[in-house]
């Protein structure tokens, strides 16, 4: 494992126990969850009559090679429409998560460039 993979790791752990978990445990507490564990007791079906019968390959394109921060906001965007304020109060962390992998991703394009002084090079 690499120096920076090791660093995301652990930026990804101390996201998953100092603010995952904790909130999970807050939500627990107060009746709640991110997920329910058990069946909606309200509609009879979770049948949904589709207007559309056939998907296109854009009906699985969500945002493409779109920009982190636009994805970061629709998904912020979504929780606050369905009321998960929670949810939503983890963006700052999700973008610093983000931005390090942006990042991480750009220095390894960089690195992929240059190269090795190891392999032997003809002229």
């Known amino acids: 494992m690499s120096l920076i993979e090791k660093l995301l790791k652990d930026e990804l752990a101390t996201f998953w126990n100092k603010e995952m978990i904790p909130l999970a445990e807050k939500l627990q507490n107060n009746g709640k969850s991110f997920f329910s564990l058990h069946p909606d007791q309200i509609p009879e079906s979770y049948f949904l009559q589709r207007d559309k019968k056939t998907m296109a390959k854009e009906d699985f394109e969500a945002f493409g090679d779109a920009d982190f921060d636009l994805l970061l906001g629709a998904l912020e965007q979504m929780w606050l429409e369905q009321g998960l304020y929670e949810l939503a109060s983890l963006s700052p962390s999700l ?14 394009k960089e690195e992929s ?3 090795n002084p190891l392999i032997y090079q003809m002229y």
């Open 95 to 108: 973008k610093n998560i983000g931005a390090q992998l942006q990042k991480d991703q750009e220095k390894s």
């Open 113 to 115: 460039l240059d190269i």
